[in-house]
């Protein structure tokens, strides 16, 4: 024993020895006490001795020191009791114990000694100790070491599947690995809208990659984001940590950046993963972050965090819907014959958000399979009538009931919303908010937040930008104008909660006006011209565009498709949704968008008529004709030209009446009723003339040539078009001037005159291609396919129809392509015994009878001529054909 009564392995000159051994690797002063105290314990002291000897104290500087921090003069602490304390639970005397350091004693001797107070404890102790103190010790270990959150039902980790993701997991697996590679970046934030999994997702990475980090795993939640409760102080948060990396309580100072500084310096040589989950903002996070090349710190945000330099943002978007099922079959216990289809209209309203899902399968869980049927058909009910105009808001009731189906024992959806929406700290952004709610599209600029809003496109930006940083909108591709957001169905669910509680109902109907007037102005740049100023001549010649202002509007009115949709379905009936929809009808139809261009000039024709406005709705049916006609639904056209036909000579417009006449002859020609084609031809040369307008007399002429082609009288035909060309030719119609040298061209080669005929259709095809005309490209190739096939030359006819059949595939062009379709079962036929014709045949029958055109009977014929060959000759038809003849009617 020394002279002080230690044992001379940790008396006064073994930890002399000690401690010049740890300042020789380079620990300070108020650093080396825990390893100091680790290795007199190791050497045998027990801990409460080990911590005192480490601090250099004596029992009787320990005593005094207790008195004057507890100011207790009537029960002093004395040398022999703190010695009794350091003995305990060893015996004394006579079998008698020694007294029991209460947490209150271990409390404050942790303070004397500069650490906390479960480190004073040990095994021996925790076998004598009340439960209580013993529960006390677990939750004080808790607080200064890393345990995984609590997944978000409340059930640990691990006990909540984790489901789908693959593709982000994919992302955060290479990150990490180039990370620990030294390739990477330290710091990544995982983004995403309030219960879109980026806590969950940062727990997989945790328990996945936990081991790759052997000094710890440090989790910190900084409650950005949690109702009830203000997000934590970045000085309490940097507190925790430093007492979680083991640096004493005593030594943690009070000041915010020097216990930033204090926490860097403790992580510089440290590898370890370190969570901050649900951070408020930049501002927060940024003193948290250790300045280590060996750390990973993963930050997870309902807010951009762009003030983050240098850090790699995640942007977590909803999980695909085959995640999506799975995640909803799994956690609400679906059986296998589950309802697809109402599981999937589910789906659709939680927009692929896991805690929109995990909340609704937890209701399915305990009520069973047909809680999924009911809430698909509140769902349905509400999207029918969100799509509805003003004139049936959605009540507020199935509002809320919708809402509400996303909820769990107290936890809601619309309680993660609210949350961030009472956090916005201006009138402005709140109401901005609300306006997503209100908004016919599903992603969102400046440029149309601007007059939604009713403010400068300028102050929108800074609007929008402040919703996408809180979290509120999702980034999407960047246009031409500026950065482009997409709403989540979710968001705009509480928007449109908020934005009826908050707002008058007059305010919705004035916002989405404005929004229609500013793209009806766009609209009328785009310089679509009236129906009966281009007749049959389409596409149009170019209007000058000096500016590029017109292409600008093009441009726009494609990019911004789905929201002049949506603003035209939410609209009444007031003349600028009329006048939008029949722009945007016309325009979608030159682009090959005909479903929507047909709704859109229905939607057009009603507002006409229910403005008594026969004018526009004579050139609205016009539209629709041409809209038909170019979709090849000759029926429907016919009657719409009809229609405006009546409409015009009942308002004595010569001009319309000639224009309608035009489509109606097209149609009628197209579907074989040729004689009353002709006459409508007639009729409209007669008209064209009387107008002294070329253009019609033009198309007239053309139409006309088509008929005596068609009746066999090539003379008459060949006169007609050359008359139509040298029209064209003067007014400087290339569309008409193109499919006149394609008749020249086809007469001259029923003449045999197969040099001339190549020359016209040569031509034809260039004109087409200047003029992006794919008709008249397929057209000219299919008519060099026959010059080709009558000179003999089967391969070079053969080429030229599969490149016509390209492009009217191309061009969605049923009519063109069965006319290549039945040019190719012509070669076929000629080049020898084959089933090939059959299928051929087969093809091009169905379209044409699909399209009610007359010549389908021909081909009819010409398919049972094939099939017969092949019985003739044995030549067998593979199963597809079979079945093909089966369905057109044909004994197979």
């Not at 003067?730 to 061209?745: K, P, R, T, V």
Request: hydrophobic share 40%.
């Amino acid at each position: 024993m020394s002279q002080n009564g230690e044992s001379e392995i940790y008396g006064a000159d073994a930890r002399k020895e000690l401690r010049r051994i740890l300042l020789g690797i380079g620990l300070r002063e108020n650093e080396m006490l825990e390893p100091l105290a680790a290795e007199l314990r190791h050497r045998g002291c027990r801990p409460r001795k080990a911590w005192r000897l480490a601090n250099e104290f004596t029992q009787q500087q320990v005593a005094d020191r207790f008195n004057q921090r507890t100011g207790k003069p009537s029960a002093p602490m004395k040398a022999a009791r703190i010695s009794e304390y350091e003995s305990w639970p060893g015996p004394r005397g006579a079998g008698r114990a020694h007294p029991r350091p209460t947490l209150e004693v271990l409390k404050t001797l942790a303070a004397l000694y500069r650490t906390s107070w479960d480190r004073l404890v040990d095994t021996a102790d925790l076998a004598q100790m009340p439960s209580a103190d013993v529960a006390a010790f677990r939750a004080e270990v808790a607080l200064r070491t890393t345990a995984l959150p609590a997944a978000d039902s409340g059930f640990p980790s691990g006990l909540v599947p984790f489901v789908g993701r693959a593709e982000q997991q994919r992302l955060l697996r290479d990150r990490v690995d180039a990370h620990l590679s030294r390739r990477g970046p330290t710091v990544h934030v995982l983004n995403g809208l309030a219960g879109m999994g980026k806590t969950a997702l940062a727990r997989w990475l945790v328990e996945a990659f936990r081991d790759r980090f052997p000094d710890q795993v440090i989790w910190e939640n900084l409650h950005g984001h949690t109702d009830g409760r203000p997000p934590r102080t970045t000085a309490g948060v940097l507190e925790q940590m430093l007492l979680k990396i083991g640096v004493p309580p005593e030594t943690i100072e009070t000041d915010t950046e020097r216990r930033s500084a204090r926490w860097r310096r403790e992580m510089r040589d440290r590898r370890v993963l370190l969570v901050l989950d649900n951070a408020l903002d930049s501002k927060q996070v940024r003193p948290l972050l250790p300045e280590s090349r060996d750390c990973f710190v993963l930050i997870t945000s309902r807010h951009n965090l762009t003030g983050l330099t240098g850090a790699m943002p995640l942007q977590l978007e909803p999980m695909v819907p085959a995640e999506a099922e799975q995640l909803l079959v799994e956690l609400g216990h679906l059986p296998p014959d589950y309802d697809v289809a109402a599981a999937r209209e589910v789906l659709r309203a939680a927009g692929g958000l896991p805690l929109a899902i995990r909340l609704i399968a937890g209701q399915i869980a305990y009520q069973g399979a047909d809680l999924l049927g009911a809430a698909a058909a509140d769902f349905t009910e509400l999207a029918d009538r969100l799509r509805e105009g003003p004139s049936r808001e959605p009540e507020d009731s199935l509002l809320e009931r919708a809402l509400d189906r996303f909820s769990a024992e107290g936890e809601t959806l619309r309680a993660a919303f609210e949350l961030s929406y009472q956090r916005l700290p201006d009138p402005a952004l709140r109401r901005s908010v609300r306006l997503l709610g209100w908004f016919p599209g599903t992603e969102i600029t400046a440029e149309t937040l601007a007059p939604m809003a009713g403010v400068p496109k300028a102050q929108a930006y800074g609007l929008i930008r402040q919703v996408f940083e809180v979290g509120l909108l999702d980034p999407a591709e960047s246009g031409p104008s500026g950065q482009r957001y997409r709403i989540h169905d979710v968001t705009k669910l509480f928007a449109r909660v908020k934005a009826d509680t908050e707002d008058l109902p007059s305010e919705h109907t004035a916002a989405v006006g404005r929004l229609v007037r500013h793209c009806l102005g766009v609209a009328r740049q785009a310089g679509a011209q009236r129906p009966y100023e281009v007749a049959g001549s389409f596409p149009a010649a170019p209007i000058p565009d000096p500016t590029g202002a017109a292409e600008r509007a093009r441009e726009w009115l494609q990019r911004e498709r789905e929201l002049l949709l949506g603003c035209v379905r939410v609209t009444g009936s007031e003349p600028d949704t009329g006048e939008l929809a029949r722009l945007l009808g016309t325009y979608l139809s030159e682009l090959g968008h005909w479903s929507d261009a047909r709704w859109l000039l229905l939607r057009a024709l009603d507002i006409a008529r229910s403005a008594d406005d026969p004018s526009t709705a004579c050139d609205i049916l016009f539209e629709l004709g041409t809209v038909h006609r170019r979709a090849c639904g000759y029926d429907v056209s016919a009657a719409c030209f009809a229609e405006a036909h009546s409409i015009a000579t009942l308002l004595g417009d010569i001009r319309r009446r000639a224009a309608s006449l035009w489509g109606f002859a097209e149609v009628t020609r197209h579907i074989g009723d040729y004689e009353r084609a002709r006459v409508a031809y007639f009729e409209v040369l007669e008209l064209a003339r009387e107008l002294a307008n070329q253009k019609f007399e033009g198309d007239a002429l053309r139409g006309l040539g088509h008929m005596e082609r068609v009746s066999g009288d090539h003379d008459s035909a060949r006169a007609y078009y050359a008359d139509a060309l040298v029209i064209a030719r003067a007014i400087g119609d290339h569309y008409s001037q193109g499919w006149s040298l394609w008749g020249l061209g086809s007469m001259f080669r029923v003449s045999s005159r197969f040099l001339t005929a190549r020359e016209y259709l040569n031509d034809a095809y260039r004109i087409g291609i200047e003029t992006a005309d794919h008709l008249l490209q397929a057209d000219a190739l299919r008519g060099l396919g026959h010059v080709e096939r009558d000179a003999g030359d089967l391969d070079a006819a053969q080429e030229f129809y599969a490149a016509s059949l390209e492009i009217t595939r191309r061009a969605l062009d049923p009519h063109g392509e069965a006319d290549a379709l039945r040019a190719l079962a012509g070669i076929a036929l000629r080049s020898g015994p084959h089933w090939r014709p059959c299928d051929l045949l087969c093809k091009a029958l169905h379209l044409y009878e699909g399209m009610g055109i007359k010549l389908a009977d021909q081909v009819r014929v010409e398919l049972a001529q094939a099939v017969a060959r092949c019985r003739r000759e044995s030549i067998p038809l593979p199963d597809r054909v079979r079945e093909d003849l089966r369905r057109l009617g044909f004994d197979a």
